[in-house]
């Protein structure tokens, strides 16, 4: 595998990053990997790329995408006018898990939110990939709250 890249995705990406999102016992009952791509994927990609606090990056290697996150960043008022990074849908394609993909994005992440002056970074993970939460855990990310969800 040549070097990998670490980029701002666009729309010619759509494609291998909604098949990332699709690849796992979770995704795969709640994704839709049509081609073309479902058009509520096109709105929200739309979405991402006109909001300032919004990123969408991908891992790059040979050519082929294989890994992908999204970046907020999220203003507030607490602990002082804190900015805080928030990571979303991190996924590296079935085919080159294990070779420290996630590892290279992620710490990628950390250094954008950094970079943007947030003073903390926070994901949330299913609580049914335990390979997801050691693997956060082992980059030092801490379980500090119980995360909540309401499905609308």
Request: proline share 3%; aromatic share 6%; hydrophobic share 40%.
């Amino acid at each position: 595998m040549s070097a990998l890249t670490i980029r701002k995705a666009t729309t010619a990406d759509l494609p291998a990053i909604i098949a990332m999102l699709a690849d796992d016992e979770l995704g795969k009952s709640r994704e839709d990997g049509s081609t073309p791509p479902n058009p509520a994927y096109v709105k929200a990609f739309a979405a991402i790329e006109a909001d300032a606090n919004q990123f969408m990056a991908v891992a790059e290697a040979d050519g082929q995408v294989i890994g992908c996150l999204q970046l907020s960043f999220i203003p507030g008022l607490s602990r002082t006018g804190m900015w805080r990074g928030q990571i979303e849908g991190v996924r590296v394609a079935s085919s080159h898990r294990s070779a420290g993909i996630g590892h290279k994005l992620l710490q990628w992440a950390i250094g954008e939110c950094r970079r943007r002056g947030c003073g903390l970074v926070q994901l949330t993970t299913d609580k049914s990939r335990r390979d997801a939460k050691r693997f956060y855990e082992d980059l030092g990310f801490v379980a500090v709250h119980e995360g909540m969800k309401l499905t609308l």
